[in-house]
T-cell receptor
Framework: DTEVTQTPKHLVMGMTNKKSLKCEQH?????MYWYKQKAKKPPELMFV???????INESVPSRFSPECPNSSLLNLHLHALQPEDSALYLC?????????????FGPGTRLLVL | GQQVMQIPQYQHVQEGEDFTTYCNSS?????IQWYKQRPGGHPVFLIQ?????EVKKQKRLTFQFGEAKKNSSLHITATQTTDVGTYFC??????????FGTGTRLQVFP
């Protein structure tokens, strides 16, 4: 099973809302990633978790809060977002956080902030 | 910071024509990966190149890694409508982070 699942598929939220994005993989991968992708742009790395610990935070605003409850789950908590945060949020996983590891992407959550 | 540029940005071809996208880095890459993203979809891993001058083939797709490990290319022979999508190269330098190229959007007309 090389599948990464993400919920919800679509999310519309106001700037005062609190919501969470969820990601799950059952491939036994020890590294999980959050990316943000704007239309017609490449994915941009936000966070990396390795062995359930945050290892990379790409200077992401604090209104985005990641959480890794266990080795299979990754959450992204959203609070007080801005309209410019509207994008496709992609979760990915890889065996390990090392160079050359293939990353498997989930289908993404399309977020619209009003 | 490191940037990976791809050209062309867009390419429209008639079905059956060949297509090539080029990926360029200003500094030496440790390795390079290629991903395909269909319209409305997510990136899907195609291949990884590690060695200088490496060439790999997958059916109609040919991938090359430059001798200096600063550039790479993806060539598709006899395109089909199923090849439509955006092709991203993604490289790593001396860290674990994958840096995505700017992407080339391919449209194939039947």
């Amino acid at each position: 099973d090389t599948e990464v699942t993400q919920t919800p598929k679509h999310l519309v939220m106001g700037m005062t809302n609190k919501k969470s994005l969820k990601c799950e993989q059952h491939m036994g991968h020890r590294a999980m990633y959050w990316y943000k992708q704007k239309a017609k742009k490449p994915p941009e790395l936000m966070f990396v978790y390795s062995y359930e610990k945050l290892s990379i935070n790409e200077s992401v605003p604090s209104r985005f809060s990641p959480e890794c409850p266990n080795s299979s789950l990754l959450n992204l908590h959203l609070h007080a977002l801005q309209p410019e945060d509207s994008a496709l949020y992609l979760c990915a996983s890889s065996g390990y956080q090392t160079r050359g590891e293939t990353q498997y992407f989930g289908p993404g959550t399309r977020l619209l902030v009003l | 910071g490191q940037q990976v540029m791809q050209i062309p940005q867009y390419q429209h071809v008639q079905e059956g024509e060949d297509f090539t996208t080029y990926c360029n880095s200003s500094t030496t890459l440790s390795n390079i990966q290629w991903y395909k993203q269909r319209p409305g979809g997510h990136p899907v891993f195609l291949i990884q190149l590690v060695k200088s001058g490496e060439v790999k083939k997958q059916k109609r797709l040919t991938f090359q890694f430059g001798e200096a490990k600063k550039n790479s290319s993806l060539h598709i022979t006899a395109t089909q409508t199923t090849d439509v999508g955006t092709y991203f190269c993604a490289g790593t330098y001396n860290t674990d982070k994958l840096i995505f190229g700017t992407g080339t959007r391919l449209q194939v007309f039947p």
